[in-house]
């Protein structure tokens, strides 16, 4: 028998572990869309005593990759780390609360993590974070032991100062937004590509694909989000995007005055497209659709 929790969340009593599994699902679900989860109703002026209540039962209910999340929100948001400005927020992950900043980054690698590591097969791992923005990844991935090193880059350049400035222990470079980047062939050996190729026409996307060769070391594997045929659905393009094979031509206004005009888009691409263009130039490991919340695929490639 559990400890009746009486410091957080009342709704869900502590003795019955389904309702209290379901209340932390519902948590991890509050992280994507903004909404706060109602910490201490006994003690509100201390969040302490929460965050103490809430590990215990998170570690009795043994739910563990949700757990971990869970846990590494609630001690994210004890360490106050700062968060960039609302504007940089916006730009990446179309949030302005700090709380959903972090919570959503974390999420996110709880699902492309899993996905990623096992294919790691080389001694050790250096990792490029490509499309890095303001570092709601990287805030979380540098330190990772999985790692050895921790590169950001991004062609955002008020986004790369504020990493540079303020999350240590990581190396943030500003790229152009065409290839080629200024670094050496073979750098990296781990790429994270995180909703970027979702955002690029399908010329730029095999221009970056080659260029991501480059920089990568044989054996490296990259894992790349993209918008397939789940988020074309939930768009009301699964039609056209049968036919087509890729959609490309959509502007998106978030990164006016960042990137150069008409550059950054909606791009929306079936499986057997990205399968047989990405294929030509990296062995395809894996296709994991909707992976990520139902709406972005994972695409994890192995460089030959
Ligand atoms: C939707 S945001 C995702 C940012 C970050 N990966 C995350 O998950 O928070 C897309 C990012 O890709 C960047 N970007 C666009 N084109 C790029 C390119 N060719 N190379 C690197 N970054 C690029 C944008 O500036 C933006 O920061």
Known sequence: ?????????????????????????????????????????????????????????????ELVDENREVEAVINALRSRDCVPSHDLMYRVAHTRTGYQFIGSGLVNLFEMLPVLTPHLILPVQHLLDWGCGCGRLARHLIGDPRFTTYTGCDIDTEAVEWCRAHLAGGTFLTIPPEPPVALAAGTFTAVIGYSVMTHLERHLQLRWLTELRRLTAPGAVLALTVHGEAAAARNGLATRLSKEGIIDEIPDVTLQNVAPAGYYRTTYQSRAYTEMHWGALFEVLEYRAGAILDYQDIVVLRRQ
Do not use: K, S, V
């Not at 003795?15 to 109703?41: F, I, K, S, V, Y």
């Open 1 to 61: 028998m559990i400890a009746p929790c009486r410091h957080f969340e009342q709704g869900w009593p502590a003795e019955d572990l389904p309702q209290c599994d379901a209340g932390l699902r519902a948590l991890r679900r509050n992280l994507l869309t903004g909404a706060l989860p109602r910490p201490c109703q006994t003690c509100p002026t201390q969040p302490e005593c929460t965050t103490t209540e809430l590990r215990d039962r998170i570690t009795l209910l």
